[in-house]
Every structure is written in C-alpha cells, then in structure tokens.
C-alpha cells in the first residue's frame, strides 16, 4: 500500500501527513520551539529560522516525501495544533530499512505525546513497507531513550566519538526496531 493515508489518531493526538498549507503554522512552532530544542538535539543553524530559507525546505520535505524516500507527520491535537513532529527518513526501499527523528514542543513534553506518536507510526509500517527502523538520541536525552524502549525499539550502542553541544560533551545513543518476524 502506498503511504497516501493523512491521518492517524489515538487518544485525542493525530499524526497528519505534512503538506504545503502547514508551512507557516510549522514555521511558528519552530520558532517558539527553538530554545528548547537546541538543548537536546544539535541546531538545524540559524538560516534554518530565516522565513524565506524555512519555506525553500520546507518545499524540498514535500518533494522527497512524494517520491516516498521519506515520511514527514506532524503530531497534532484535536484543535489541529502542533505538538510535535515525527519522520521517517533516508528509506531504502530494497532492504526496508528507515531512520526516526521526531521532536515535541516544550508546553507537551511529559505527557506521552512522543510515545503515543510513535506507537501510531509503528502500527502503519507494513503499509509503508518499511520492516526495520533506526533511531539515534543523544546520550543525555533518557525521556526520548525511554520513548524508544516502550515502543520495542532496542538498544544497539554508543557511539565512540564525542561532540560538543551547549559546552557539554556528548555520544550518541543507537536504536532499532524490527517488525515481527523480519531478519534484518
């Protein structure tokens, strides 16, 4: 099945299929959102948040997106306000094989929205054909460590190399998910 299915719910949050008309509401939640982030992820760099450059990549997201090498959701609630965003990215269509990123919004965090956003995901993988997930967290980041393992992802290492973010040094953390029954 293709993935032309625009959204899943459960428990009052929606996963909605990115698209073109959510380019400034996205914008707006990355903006207020960027403090926040960029103390658990490394920044997307200040042209990121230049109005103009957002909407060129933005553009680009929808066009990797129809030709099915990646899968951008946002995670809304009832009154179609952003939560958070979750993707699947970098899809290797012939091994199955997809990488996670997802990022909730400070005023939701602690609430089970990421949890509840990837348990929606998952459950539509065999749609999207995709059977075996990779997800990388910084080392310092447990609540999004602790998403991955109640969703059935596993632990696969640390990386060896360190990087600075925020003047602390940090590793990346690695993770897998695999559909039953597939041998990756």
Same mark, same amino acid.
């Given at each position: 099945?293709?993935?032309?299915?625009?959204?899943? %719910?459960?428990?009052?949050?929606?996963?909605?299929?990115?698209?073109? =008309?959510?380019?400034? $509401?996205?914008?707006?939640?990355?903006?207020?959102? =960027?403090?926040?982030?960029?103390?658990?992820?490394?920044?997307?760099?200040?042209?990121? /948040?230049?109005?103009?450059?957002?909407? #060129?990549?933005?553009?680009?997201?929808?066009?990797?997106?129809?030709?099915?090498? $990646? /899968?951008?959701?946002?995670? *809304?609630?009832?009154?179609? $306000?952003?939560?958070?965003? !979750?993707?699947?990215?970098? !899809?290797? *269509?012939?091994?199955?094989?997809? %990488?996670?990123?997802? =990022?909730?919004?400070?005023?939701? !965090? &602690?609430?089970?929205?990421?949890? =509840?956003?990837?348990?929606?995901?998952?459950?539509?993988? #065999?749609?999207?054909?995709?059977?075996?997930? %990779?997800?990388?967290?910084?080392?310092?980041? !447990?609540?999004?460590?602790?998403?991955?393992?109640?969703? &059935?992802?596993? /632990?696969?290492?640390?990386?060896?190399?360190?990087?600075?973010?925020?003047?602390?040094?940090?590793?990346?953390?690695?993770?897998?998910?695999? $559909?039953?029954?597939?041998?990756?």
């Amino acid at each position: 099945m293709n993935a032309s299915f625009t959204v899943f %719910h459960w428990n009052g949050d929606f996963l909605w299929k990115l698209c073109a =008309r959510d380019s400034d $509401s996205l914008y707006k939640f990355e903006h207020e959102n =960027r403090d926040f982030f960029e103390k658990m992820v490394p920044t997307r760099g200040d042209d990121y /948040y230049v109005p103009e450059e957002f909407m #060129k990549r933005h553009e680009s997201l929808l066009k990797e997106q129809e030709k099915g090498d $990646s /899968y951008f959701y946002l995670i *809304k609630d009832k009154g179609r $306000s952003i939560l958070g965003r !979750i993707n699947l990215v970098d !899809i290797n *269509k012939q091994q199955r094989k997809g %990488h996670l990123g997802y =990022r909730v919004g400070k005023d939701y !965090i &602690g609430m089970g929205v990421a949890k =509840r956003a990837l348990a929606m995901l998952l459950e539509h993988m #065999k749609d999207l054909e995709v059977h075996q997930i %990779h997800a990388k967290t910084t080392a310092n980041n !447990i609540a999004s460590q602790q998403v991955l393992v109640k969703n &059935g992802f596993t /632990y696969k290492g640390t990386s060896a190399e360190m990087f600075e973010m925020n003047g602390e040094n940090l590793k990346f953390v690695f993770y897998e998910w695999n $559909s039953k029954g597939f041998v990756g």
